[in-house]
Structure formats: C-alpha cells, structure tokens
C-alpha cells in the first residue's frame, strides 16, 4: 500500500504494511501460508512479481 493519500497497491517492500511483522505473528496465528496480491501494479506485470519475489527472498525464507 502506498505511503501518500491514495493508498494504492505497490510491490513489496515499497509500500507501509509492515510486512516483516505480518510474518512473525504467525508463529501465534497457525498460518502456514501467505498469498500475495497486486491486482494494479506500479510497473510491467512481470517485473512488479519479479521485484515482489526478490523481496521476499532477501527477507524471508521462501519456497
């Protein structure tokens, strides 16, 4: 989700959910999985995933 007014959506790691701490609870939730979602990316559709899983790699442990 963007930072400004309009809330849009954004590829990971650019936008103000803090997604790190959505991971961690999930020790106390039982989640097993996340899904992610950008139904309007700010870039080719292609690079927004490309950008979204690099993320995900450098921050977590992804499958």
Same mark, same amino acid.
């Given at each position: 989700? #963007?930072?400004?007014? *309009?809330? %849009?959506?954004? !590829? +990971? @790691? %650019? @936008? =103000? =959910?803090? $997604? ?5 609870? %999930?020790? *106390?939730? @039982?989640? !097993?999985?996340? =899904?992610? !979602? /950008? ?5 080719? *559709? =292609?690079?927004?995933?490309? $950008? *979204? +899983?690099?993320? +995900? %790699?450098? /921050? $977590? #442990?992804?499958?």
């Amino acid at each position: 989700m #963007k930072v400004d007014v *309009s809330k %849009r959506f954004v !590829e +990971l @790691g %650019r @936008g =103000i =959910i803090d $997604f790190k701490a959505v991971v961690e609870a %999930r020790d *106390s939730s @039982g989640v !097993e999985w996340y =899904i992610v !979602e /950008n139904d309007v990316p700010t870039m080719d *559709s =292609i690079e927004s995933a490309k $950008f *979204s +899983l690099e993320y +995900l %790699r450098k /921050n $977590f #442990k992804v499958e």
